[in-house]
């Protein structure tokens, strides 16, 4: 199983990035998946962002609520972090996840929760 998470870079402070995390040999179909993103600024923990369960209902947390949007494409088996207005604080290796889930199953937001990680990609927003 991979997830290729691409999209960091730098930016500056009010522009605006896309993360993408593509899942390749995964043992079910992509739709099946509940997916995250977290981060971990350096220093700290890592921390839930946003998450997406099996029936794509969303959530964010709060501290990027309003600029950040999370959605997948199953048929290109992606999950998209999309940030706007972004913020020095933002700066953060960023992480995807995936997990199996039946249909009904709440939306995940710890880590731990998670079968499957990508490396990350680097976000880093000067001011």
């Known amino acids: 199983v991979q997830l290729q998470a691409s999209g960091g870079g730098l930016a500056r402070a009010g522009e605006s990035l896309r993360l993408s995390c593509t899942a390749s040999?995964?043992?079910?179909?992509?739709?099946?998946?509940?997916a995250g993103w977290f981060r971990q600024a350096p220093g700290k923990d890592r921390e839930f962002v946003a998450a997406?369960?099996?029936?794509?209902?969303?959530e964010i947390t709060d501290s990027v609520k309003g600029r950040v949007t999370i959605s997948a494409d199953n048929a290109k088996k992606t999950v998209y972090l999309q940030m706007d207005s972004l913020k020095p604080e933002d700066t953060a290796v960023y992480y995807c996840?995936?997990?199996?889930?039946?249909?009904?199953?709440?939306?995940?937001?710890?880590?731990?929760?998670?079968?499957?990680w990508g490396r990350g990609t680097l976000v880093t927003v000067s001011s």
């Open positions: 997406l369960t099996r029936a794509r209902s969303t």
């Open positions: 996840a995936v997990k199996s889930t039946i249909l009904t199953y709440p939306v995940l937001t710890r880590p731990d929760q998670y079968d499957y």
């Open positions: 040999g995964l043992p079910e179909t992509f739709s099946r998946y509940a």
